[in-house]
């Protein structure tokens, strides 16, 4: 089905602002919503952000909305999430994820391909 792979992680103080990328080497990406989701230490993983394969919409968890920016970049075949001031709570590791459906799913079962991670750290 391809590949999702996420970079750009780091260790960053509070406050500090962090930009993943994350490439695909997916056949028809722009035909794929594309999302990212976190898990941190001992929970489950969540929904963080995703972007529809027109690029016209966007969705974002409560927790991150308004600090969290997801786009994508077709020519490219990749997808960003540039974070802003960032807090301890968003430590975690990151992972890509691509749907083919033509809708937003928050769900991690609705996600076909996932990327490895890439580890955030926001220290204090």
């Known amino acids: 089905q391809g590949q999702l792979v996420e970079s750009g992680g780091g260790l960053v103080q509070v406050g500090d602002s962090l930009r993943l990328t994350c490439a695909a080497s997916i056949r028809n990406f722009g035909s794929y919503t594309m999302a990212w989701f976190r898990q941190a230490p001992g929970k489950e993983r969540e929904f963080v952000a995703a972007?529809?394969?027109?690029?016209?919409?966007?969705h974002y968890a409560d927790a991150v909305r308004g600090r969290f920016t997801i786009s994508r970049e077709k020519v490219k075949n990749a997808v960003y999430l540039q974070m802003d001031s960032l807090m301890p709570e968003d430590t975690a590791v990151y992972y890509c994820?691509?749907?083919?459906?033509?809708?937003?799913?928050?769900?991690?079962?609705?996600?076909?391909?996932w990327g490895q991670g890439t580890q955030v750290t926001v220290s204090s």
């Open positions: 994820a691509a749907d083919q459906s033509s809708y937003i799913h928050v769900e991690r079962d609705a996600y076909v391909i």
């Open positions: 972007i529809h394969w027109s690029g016209a919409t966007t």
